[in-house]
């Protein structure tokens, strides 16, 4: 079932797909508001949420809680 980003928390872990694409990731902080800095769970490097929306939500966004 799909989440709302503005009920990511800080701390928790999520799964996003997008056009194609999934990513687990954990939400590391928030330094602004709808800004959410994470940390990726395969590969562990961290970058913005917006970076992997920057192009737009597919027909099967998705994002769910782990």
Sequence with gaps: MAISID???KGKKYKLTNH???FEFQVLEMPTENEYRVKD????DTFLLHDL???GR???FDLEEL
């Design 58 to 60: 597919g027909k099967d």
């Design 20 to 22: 194609g694409e999934t």
């Design 41 to 44: 769970l395969l590969t562990l």
């Design 7 to 9: 009920n990511l928390r």
């Design 53 to 55: 929306l920057k192009y």
